[in-house]
């Protein structure tokens, strides 16, 4: 007798979520870092457990894609962002969510919190150093770099996905501001 197939199969354990506009410059740091992880993953056993997903921006909607998750990484580019990049762990905010175009990732959080009546799974931002973010700009020099080290860093995360919280930055007092003006 063999087992049943489940109708819709578990999500992957890890969500990796690129926001961006390829189209402005450095904010095309998310997509471009996704498109890096996708092709590493292709030739690692981790495959299965990491879904890679894009937009250009989040919504309320992208709550759904964090049900059944152990954890969530928000890929995003910053203007203010120290270089090359930072990596911190967020949590929901306690404010309601009013609006539904254009959110932040905290914001996701507490839709899903509202919408399942549950925590979010462990949920952090990865927020690469962008220099330019002009419609047809390509991408920027120092953001080629800044990219090559946030893959790098990307890759080790997904290696040891344990040890996430070790890799914060804890100097921070505050999130570092992320980009979306192509949003």
């Not at 979520?17 to 402005?24: K, V």
């Not at 457990?49 to 909607?61: G, R, Y």
């Not at 152990?70 to 270089?83: I, K, P, S, W, Y």
């Amino acid at each position: 007798m063999t087992a049943a197939t489940p109708a819709h199969p578990l999500p992957s354990q890890t969500l990796v979520f690129a926001i961006g506009n390829e189209s402005r410059g450095d904010d095309a740091l998310g997509p471009l870092l996704l498109r890096g992880l996708q092709d590493w993953l292709n030739d690692t056993p981790l495959a299965p457990q990491v879904e890679l997903l894009e937009d250009f921006q989040l919504q309320i909607e992208h709550a759904l894609d964090l049900q059944g998750r152990q954890r969530v990484l928000f890929v995003d580019a910053g203007m203010d962002t120290e270089a090359p990049f930072a990596f911190y762990r967020i949590e929901s905010s306690a404010e309601p969510v009013l609006y539904s175009h254009a959110l932040a990732p905290t914001a996701v959080l507490q839709a899903y919190r509202q919408f399942y009546r549950e925590e979010p799974p462990a949920s952090y931002v990865l927020c690469i150093r962008g220099q330019s973010f002009e419609l047809g700009e390509p991408l920027s020099p120092e953001a080629q770099s800044h990219l090559a080290a946030a893959l790098d860093f990307a890759r080790k995360l997904l290696n040891d996905t344990a040890n996430w919280p070790e890799h914060c930055d804890t100097a921070r007092l505050a999130s570092p501001q992320t980009a979306s003006p192509g949003a």
